[in-house]
């Protein structure tokens, strides 16, 4: 019998790429999905309403982090040999305007999850996505044996959900892994996310559609790799014999300015003619440095990063740009002024 996974998240950057990943491995994917007047699956249409893949083989189910019950009930009904748990709220500027959500979501969030798997009795493996924001002020470069000092709610949060799916592993015999995941970026990235909306202004700045790209610090250091890349590193952390944590990272440090040139390089554009300061995109408590040791991901699941970051800014601006271009054959977009 095929194998069976429940994705929490699956209409985000991640879901999306790591359900493409386990349908190519023959798995049954479940993905939860929180109700909405709207619907929010752009992501994942296209494997979801592909003729060519059997009704069964994608299942989506509302069901949201908040609700215990719901989860238990599921479980019982799918029994998945796998469960990732990639839902939250997951913007870290977002998370200082919105402090009770996101720890609600984010962290109790995932305690509902890990007591669902204990309450239900189904003998399954979690992954957990942690994150590299959990290091917060702690100096690069980051292993699994750096001490956490969140700086954001939103980092606080997720490591609440890493010690309760430590705490649920040693107590209960539970396996689950943390995978402390630093940045990883695509074209399916969210338009509100820096790398994301620095590539798409390239686009519509290239298009003649927007003047000016507003951001706030421009020295801050991240460690940015590809997402579908990291979503493999997941699968390989559950098939291990044993349950373990892992940071997955390229290594490579680069600035915001550092992924502005790549980007504005790719359509032959400097940069410093159309990026502006705004004081609002600034956190109260700033990240300086995240910089991942991935060694052990290496030595013991055998992965590493193969797109860097520049290559990374070069993906996700040409996709952009072929975005743009479908949009404007088809009507007309908004001009940023």
Not at 91 to 97: A, E, P
Not at 172 to 199: A, D, M, Q, W
Request: aromatic share 10%.
């Amino acid at each position: 019998m095929p194998k069976t996974a429940v994705i929490t998240g699956i209409t985000g950057q991640d879901g999306s790429y790591l359900a493409e990943l386990l349908l190519g491995k023959g798995y049954e994917v479940h993905g939860l999905m929180r109700r909405s007047s709207s619907f929010n699956t752009e992501r994942i249409d296209h494997i979801y309403q592909d003729p060519h893949t059997p009704d069964r083989r994608l299942v989506l189910h509302h069901c949201d982090l908040s609700d215990g019950v719901a989860l238990v009930n599921l479980l019982r009904d799918v029994r998945p040999d796998e469960v990732y748990n990639l839902g939250a709220q997951s913007h870290v500027r977002v998370s200082f305007d919105a402090p009770l959500y996101t720890g609600d979501v984010t962290g109790l969030g995932a305690v509902r999850l890990l007591e669902a798997i204990r309450a239900s009795g189904v003998q399954t493996r979690l992954y957990q996505a942690s994150s590299s924001e959990m290091f917060g002020s702690t100096p690069p470069p980051q292993n699994e044996a750096t001490p956490f000092h969140p700086r954001s709610p939103y980092g606080c949060a997720k490591v609440m959900a890493y010690w309760s799916t430590v705490n649920y592993r040693e107590a209960y015999g539970l396996f689950g892994v943390n995978g402390i995941l630093f940045n990883h970026e695509s074209p399916r990235r969210g338009e509100t996310f820096v790398t994301r909306k620095i590539t798409r202004a390239v686009a519509r700045i290239q298009a003649g559609l927007q003047e000016h790209l507003y951001l706030g610090n421009l020295d801050a250091v991240r460690d940015w790799g590809y997402a579908p890349e990291y979503v493999e590193a997941m699968w390989l952390m559950l098939q291990r014999d044993e349950p373990d944590d892992y940071v997955v990272a390229t290594g490579v440090a680069a600035t915001v300015r550092d992924f502005l040139q790549a980007a504005f390089a790719t359509v032959d554009l400097d940069w410093e003619r159309y990026v502006r300061f705004d004081a609002k995109y600034e956190r109260p408590s700033e990240v300086d440095a995240l910089i991942g040791d991935a060694s052990k991901a290496k030595s013991l699941l055998d992965w590493s990063a193969k797109v860097q970051f520049d290559e990374l800014a070069r993906i996700m601006v040409e996709s952009d740009v072929r975005q743009l271009t479908d949009e404007l054959s088809g009507h007309r977009v908004r001009v940023d002024r």
